[in-house]
């Protein structure tokens, strides 16, 4: 759910409990409703900072109201440290793309000629979901 007032739905969904889990691949403004909008021994996980307005900071005696945790997830270091994750991975997401039964979200789709476009676009953070830049027609 990423909504303006996202923080009083999820209360307003949950009667005022909040939620186990945010994965918080946004940051920026969000993360301090992010981190209100947990239930008591909530995880809050920190994926990326797509907003693009730097890197959030944590009061923490926010976490020890309700003994939440901030975790970060860092997908590279967790697959630098183990060797075979990412090929155990992609065997069993490659058949699951193949089928349909993950679809990647495809936001923008580029021509090669159009590949500096492309990498504009996305540092300038105009693109949604995955770009792709067609090699052949």
């Known amino acids: 759910m990423v909504i303006d007032g996202f923080r009083d739905a999820i209360k307003e969904l949950t009667g005022g409990v909040g939620v186990d889990v945010v994965v918080d691949v946004v940051g920026g403004d969000l993360f301090t409703d992010s981190l209100r909008s947990l239930a008591p021994q909530g995880r809050l996980m920190?994926?990326?900072?797509?907003?693009?307005?730097?890197?959030?900071?944590?009061?923490?005696?926010?976490?020890?109201?309700?003994?939440?945790?901030?975790?970060?997830?860092?997908?590279?270091?967790?697959?630098?440290?183990?060797?075979?994750?990412?090929?155990?991975?992609?065997?069993?997401?490659?058949?699951?793309?193949?089928?349909?039964?993950?679809?990647?979200?495809?936001?923008?789709?580029?021509?090669?000629?159009?590949?500096g476009q492309a990498l504009v676009d996305m540092d300038e953070r105009r693109t949604l979901g995955k770009s792709v830049v067609r090699i052949r027609d």
């Open 46 to 115: 920190v994926v990326g900072f797509a907003a693009g307005q730097g890197i959030p900071e944590v009061k923490v005696n926010r976490l020890l109201l309700n003994n939440v945790d901030v975790r970060g997830v860092g997908w590279g270091a967790y697959a630098m440290a183990q060797a075979t994750y990412m090929q155990e991975q992609w065997s069993r997401l490659v058949p699951m793309m193949e089928s349909g039964v993950v679809k990647p979200p495809i936001g923008a789709t580029y021509a090669m000629e159009d590949f």
